[in-house]
């Protein structure tokens, strides 16, 4: 098993940043991929950035510039910087880290996410 925990949501002005954190703890493989989600409301929850073990990174369109995503393997952690955020930014964001099709796929708790003036 394997526990995740997000950390750094909240509320910011548009143009603003914020920095997600996510910890992992339990037994944690060391190929698995480490995403972040966002689900805003009335929508289905997308993807915004994936990072896997070996250092290859996929990043949403919609977020493609501002928004980085960066891994501490001996801190067990995946960060998302998240700069020059749009309202349509504001979701509850979700922390995963799985293992292709395996039981080895894990989900943190999320975060909320507002970008308001």
């Known amino acids: 098993q394997v526990q995740l925990v997000e950390s750094g949501g909240g509320l910011v002005q548009p143009g603003g940043s914020l920095r997600l954190s996510c910890t992992a703890s339990?037994?944690?493989?060391?190929?698995?991929?480490a995403g972040w989600y966002r689900q805003a409301p009335g929508k289905e929850r997308e993807l915004v950035a994936l990072?896997?073990?070996?250092?290859?990174?996929n990043i949403a369109d919609s977020v493609k510039g501002r928004f980085t995503i960066s891994r501490d393997n001996a801190k067990n952690t995946v960060d998302l910087q998240m700069n020059s955020l749009k309202p349509e930014d504001t979701a509850v964001y979700y922390c995963?880290?799985?293992?292709?099709?395996?039981?080895?796929?894990?989900w943190g708790q999320g975060t909320q996410v507002t970008v308001s003036s």
């Open positions: 339990g037994s944690i493989s060391s190929i698995d991929v």
């Open positions: 995963r880290r799985w293992v292709g099709d395996t039981q080895y796929n894990y």
């Open positions: 990072l896997n073990s070996r250092g290859l990174r």
